[in-house]
């Protein structure tokens, strides 16, 4: 097989691997046509321009001579994503795990890629992501970390109002008062100018025992972030530079 760029040949013949046709034995007659693949690797193409590009197969005893339809081959900047490997494991939640992440500039790349949290798919709850550096130009590494969440309790908070007792022990007082002056004869001209404050006393302390108001309350602090669960989850990293996008994907075992 030979290749052909904008009319003129290149390189030299290049070997054809591929399944042999299929022929009736009855009729003598073929069933199924071969089917073959060649390759051929260009150097010299250069980014941004557009090449016709044809296949020509000389014959043999077997097979005739044929050319194939001219194909257009327009070759782009772009950037290989790699992982160093394809799994993270974090012994507990709450532990936090790494995995070195490449990218490799093909045919004149220049751009930059930015990593955020929103680069990462698949975490499990109380899972998030980051990433150091956080942008790579042309070709360069970063460093992903994943970080979980360990289980927590949520706590109660007792908040005391500390005004409310001094009226009732302000009541209190008052209404004792009163008692001991009705049960003293030679004090008893003095109830008269005391009946308004002992009503005023009596009045608040129906109003505390009324539910007015409480003396202690509690409340709860706001809910602790989810725990992470144990488990095994496929996590899917994007790069994405322009129009260019590309993904890996790993493993992430919580133990």
Known sequence: MTFSVNGTPVGGAQPVTGIDPVINPLTDQVTTGAQATASYSDTQIVSGQTYNVTASYSGDTNYKASNSPVTKVSVQP????????????????????????????????????????????????????????????????????????????????????????????????????????????????????????????????????????????????????????AGSYTVTITATSGNLSHKVTFTLNVQ
């Open 78 to 229: 772009d950037f290989v994503f790699s992982e160093a490997q394809n799994y993270i494991t974090i012994s507990a939640p709450g532990g936090n795990g790494n995995l070195a992440l490449t990218i490799t500039a093909n045919d004149g790349y220049n751009g930059t890629v930015d990593f955020s949290s929103s680069s990462c798919s698949g975490l499990p709850a109380g899972a998030g992501c980051s990433f150091s550096p956080g942008s790579i130009a042309g070709s360069g590494s970063t460093t992903l970390t994943v970080t979980t969440t360990a289980s927590t309790t949520g706590a109660l908070r007792h908040d005391i109002r500390r005004g409310e007792p001094v009226w009732a022990m302000s009541t209190g007082g008052l209404i004792t008062v009163g008692i001991v002056l009705l049960s003293t004869p030679r004090k008893r001209r003095c109830l008269s100018m005391l009946l308004p404050l002992l009503l005023c006393a009596f009045l608040i302390a129906a109003l505390n025992c009324g539910g007015g108001g409480s003396s202690q309350s509690t409340s709860t602090q706001p809910p602790p972030p989810p725990s992470t669960p």
